[in-house]
């Protein structure tokens, strides 16, 4: 088969402890999906879930043991951190039950969904998309994915994240509104899952704002640390 122009290499995120990478397919996202995340973003209650994308050259890999650097995006004044557990699925399908998630999962890595809050709040007024405040380019730093035997039970991990040394998001995966199961269960009731699929599971309270020079540090327990800098 012949190209107009050659194709851009598949974006793909390390695994740890392997050679092999990981091809990514598609990039999901789930908003609100902490309470009192939610609660700072003006909402209250479990709201059925939603989902955004993001384009899967988004995703920015970075090694273990490694900081990887992020350019400070342009339009925006206000960039904002959100600290996420992602997780990878391995074997695809649609109309998933929650029960049966977990045989789908191929492991579980640490991302951030850096947001363009301004951009963002601007068309949630116009009750426009938002993708420009969530889909730009650089906008998913992402650590290995560690495969599901290995990382423990991340249902019950801690997740934080700190800039500059000091602590802005601190909560546990537990206190997901819509838990692992169930989103995949939501997510794949309106889209069939590939193998290669990334979901970004939502993030606690905390997010607010951060600038050029800044290193931000985050983790969930069991998956090491991702270590990024706003160039």
């Not at 851009?8 to 996202?29: A, D, K, L, T």
């Not at 989902?51 to 206000?78: H, N, S």
């Not at 020079?213 to 069991?222: E, K, N, Y």
């Amino acid at each position: 088969m012949s190209y107009v122009f050659n194709p851009p290499p598949v974006p793909s995120v390390p695994v740890q402890g392997r050679g092999e990478r990981f091809p990514i397919h598609r990039v999901y996202c789930v908003g609100r999906n902490y309470e009192e995340h939610a609660k700072e973003m003006g909402f209250t209650g479990r709201e059925p879930p939603f989902f955004f994308l993001k384009p899967a050259d988004a995703i920015v890999p970075v090694p273990a043991g490694e900081t990887g650097t992020i350019p400070y995006p342009p339009l925006t004044k206000d960039l904002h951190h959100e600290i996420e557990l992602v997780v990878a699925i391995g074997t695809g399908g649609r109309n998933i039950k929650a029960a049966d998630a977990q045989k789908h999962i191929f492991g579980y890595a640490v991302g951030l969904d850096m947001t363009r809050r301004d951009l963002q709040g601007e068309m949630k007024k116009q009750g426009r998309p938002w993708c420009i405040g969530k889909a730009f380019d650089q906008s998913g730093p992402m650590g290995p994915i560690t495969p599901a035997a290995q990382a423990g039970d991340v249902t019950q991990a801690e997740i934080w994240l700190q800039v500059n040394g000091k602590d802005r998001q601190r909560s546990t995966v537990s206190k997901l509104i819509w838990n692992i199961g169930e989103t995949i269960e939501h997510l794949s009731a309106a889209w069939e899952l590939q193998p290669g699929d990334l979901i970004f599971t939502g993030t606690p309270e905390g997010v607010a704002a951060v600038s050029a020079g800044d290193t931000l540090v985050g983790s969930v327990a069991g998956l090491g640390e991702l270590r990024v800098r706003v160039a």
